[in-house]
């Protein structure tokens, strides 16, 4: 009996496509890269324009933020926290899908990753740019930021190390500089690639400086692979470490609704779950605009969307255990808490968040909607809409009703809350559009490596399946 699935069975399972050369993948992927400003794609300025607009409305919200003060936000008592840590919850959120496909997937050997970290660890090192800054600005005097820094001073003024603002610090610190050399050091052999392929005397010089002077021996080599496998050790523990750092704002404060051990876990799956849907966000308009549809391939859509599934499901059960939680321990106070996010002032956002961040995964369990660009993109908008939306039930709605009714009250967002957080996408975009036109955005020297195995060594993960798969069939 003849097999007529095979052949679409192998493409959509393979790490990259078919017929993948050495020259294939430099010309996909450097050639961008190295055109000069005439021949620069229109969509490119399209979207670069667009990006500085938000930029400047972003600048111009700061601006008004020091000349004015913090009052210009919706925060008041007893939200005290509003709008600036919401956002930069949801922005540090954001960038730990990077390290997990940088650091996570390298140590556990996954060949899939190969062609999507380099732009996964640009996007982390941004939405930790667009994260770092909310802090700063939310302390009311931005300009004597570096108090939080432990420098020796004449006064002796130290920081309040008890101080969730100066855990923050540390873990954005920490976080913002082992992702930026990890991702630099990952870039050395490209940039070498890119000073040769150069025509431009100011590409030859920007490349050239990048590199380091790497020459490809087999020394360097050596000493690439151990830093690159040292710093991913090193960086993966971040994973688990910073967004726990970042729970604990919350879970150390005696507030109804935050003062649970499910926080640090809970915040960090909650991440992971943000931080894939905008690697798909990402990916989907990258690998069409230039043409990488065979190195960003199906395979490496459909397991994004698997972890951004089962990530899914335990933000879903954290949503679960705050609820059996708050109903067994008894608490009036906790009880009340559930109860208000359900049905009071501000139940919509609970509802919309449950229909973001549960009812919208579902269709991923299925493999046609995991293999569909389209369906993955509207999802991904979804989950990031539906873990914003998280954020602000968690703050904003925790805080607007604790413990006595005297001290009760609103919170209502105004026009410079949503101008900053909108801003703060021109920042990102602008960023990630800079990236992908100076920048490899995928890692030509791993991919290249995946393409030899393919090419010389016949290896073909899936070969197993598809032999299991013919058996079946032709019983």
Not at 44 to 51: E, L, P, Q, T, V
Not at 64 to 72: A, E, F, K, S, V
Not at 111 to 122: D, G, L, Q
Not at 132 to 140: K, N, R, T
């Amino acid at each position: 009996m003849a097999v007529t699935t095979g052949k679409p069975f192998v493409e959509t399972n393979r790490v990259i496509g078919p017929g993948q050369t050495y020259a294939k993948i430099d010309d996909s992927v450097l050639s961008p890269v190295l055109l000069d400003v005439q021949r620069t794609p229109r969509w490119w300025w399209i979207g670069f324009g667009i990006s500085l607009a938000f930029l400047a409305m972003y600048l111009t919200s700061i601006v008004h933020l020091i000349t004015t003060g913090i009052g210009i936000f919706g925060n008041n008592i007893p939200v005290a926290w509003g709008m600036p840590i919401i956002n930069f919850v949801w922005w540090i959120g954001i960038g730990h899908a990077g390290t997990l496909i940088s650091a996570a997937l390298l140590l556990f050997r996954q060949p899939w990753r190969t062609t999507i970290n380099r732009f996964a660890e640009a996007m982390t090192i941004f939405a930790v740019v667009c994260a770092g800054l909310y802090p700063i600005l939310h302390l009311g005097r931005p300009w004597v930021f570096y108090w939080l820094l432990p420098y020796p001073n004449t006064y002796g003024l130290f920081p309040q190390f008890r101080s969730p603002l100066d855990w923050d610090l540390f873990a954005i610190g920490t976080y913002a500089s082992v992702s930026v050399l990890f991702w630099f050091i990952g870039l050395i052999p490209d940039m070498a690639s890119l000073r040769d392929r150069a025509k431009l005397p100011f590409q030859r010089l920007l490349y050239g400086v990048l590199c380091l002077g790497w020459t490809g021996s087999a020394k360097e080599w050596q000493r690439y692979q151990r830093a690159y496998l040292l710093l991913a050790a090193l960086s993966f523990p971040l994973v688990l470490s910073v967004h726990s750092t970042i729970a604990m704002d919350f879970a150390v404060a005696q507030v109804p609704g935050w003062n649970n051990t499910i926080m640090p876990p809970y915040f960090v799956a909650g991440a992971v779950f943000a931080g894939f849907a905008m690697v798909l966000i990402l990916a989907i308009p990258l690998r069409r605009a230039f043409g990488l549809e065979n190195l960003i391939t199906m395979r490496h859509l459909d397991n994004s969307a698997k972890l951004m599934l089962a990530t899914g499901m335990i933000v879903v059960y954290g949503y679960l255990l705050e609820i059996f939680i708050a109903w067994y321990s008894g608490v009036e106070f906790e009880r009340y808490m559930i109860w208000n996010r359900m049905f009071g002032d501000h139940a919509q956002f609970f509802w919309a968040l449950i229909l973001c961040n549960f009812v919208a995964i579902q269709p991923l369990w299925l493999r046609s909607v995991r293999q569909s660009p389209i369906g993955l993109f509207i999802i991904s908008i979804i989950v990031s809409v539906g873990m914003w939306l998280e954020r602000f039930v968690i703050i904003a709605v925790s805080l607007t009703k604790d413990f006595l009714p005297s001290s009760w009250g609103d919170y209502v967002s105004t026009f410079w809350d949503w101008a900053l957080y909108l801003g703060s996408f021109g920042l990102f975009s602008t960023l990630f559009f800079l990236f992908i036109r100076l920048l490899p955005s995928i890692a030509t020297a791993e991919t290249k490596e995946t393409a030899y195995h393919y090419s010389h060594h016949k290896i073909d993960p899936y070969e197993d399946i598809r032999a299991e798969v013919f058996q079946e069939v032709s019983a």
